[in-house]
T-cell receptor
């Protein structure tokens, strides 16, 4: 099925470990986004990529890095995980980065850092 | 005060009831999104609107730009409608990329 695929779905890390969350879309979308969702708070933007070859910080980028590997793939890396990064992470994409276009979200990655 | 406020935070209904979820925002926007999230599940985009009204099946979304208010209505509610409904507004936000600001969500439970 066409859409946004995130892997893994669940992950438990120890403090200080590193990992990469993978995101791929097959809709030929130009823009991709990483959000985190925490209880009692709305989703917050971590990083985004308006188009292939570009990445920019969102609201809460500290502790994360991203790579736009190609048009399809946008990965999120935690170099040294901290308990504060326990969250549900969502990748999203859309055709172009302006208000005329809706978002397609992945199914999420539930990350626990102990 | 949050830029996007949803009400109610929690809503319980009996199957068949008409449901309304409200969203108020305090910034100038170019689009408003309604999203649905099932427990433990991903996020699905229901509507994107910048004016007027949209309908899809039993779901209706309206927006009043002047009053900075949107509503999501569900007619003939069903237990499978139980989910978190999230309002998000797209605005410039003082950034170069535009910004999607999310409400905290409304938890809807529909009992058979």
């Amino acid at each position: 099925n066409a859409g946004v695929t995130q892997t893994p779905k669940f992950q438990v890390l120890k403090t200080g470990q590193s990992m990469t969350l993978q995101c791929a879309q097959d809709m030929n979308h130009n823009s991709m986004y990483w959000y985190r969702q925490d209880p009692g708070m709305g989703l917050r933007l971590i990083y985004y990529s308006a188009s292939e070859g570009t990445t920019d910080k969102g609201e809460v980028p500290n502790g994360y890095n991203v790579s736009r590997l190609n048009k399809r793939e946008f990965s999120l890396r935690l170099e040294s995980a901290a308990p504060s990064q326990t969250s549900v992470y969502f990748c999203a994409s859309r055709l172009y980065p302006d208000s005329n276009y809706g978002y397609t979200f992945g199914s999420g990655t539930r990350l626990t850092v102990v | 005060k949050n830029e996007v406020e949803q009400s109610p935070q929690n809503l319980t209904a009996q199957e068949g009831e008409f449901i309304t979820i409200n969203c108020s925002y305090s910034v100038g926007i170019s689009a408003l999104h309604w999203l649905q999230q099932h427990p433990g599940g991903g996020i699905v985009s229901l509507f994107m609107l910048s004016s007027g009204k949209k309908k899809h099946g039993r779901l209706i979304a309206t927006i009043n730009i002047q009053e900075k208010h949107s509503s999501l209505h569900i007619t003939a509610s069903h237990p499978r409608d139980s989910a978190v409904y999230i309002c998000a507004v797209y605005h410039a936000g003082g950034t170069s990329y535009g910004k999607l600001t999310f409400g905290q969500g409304t938890i809807l439970t529909v009992h058979p």
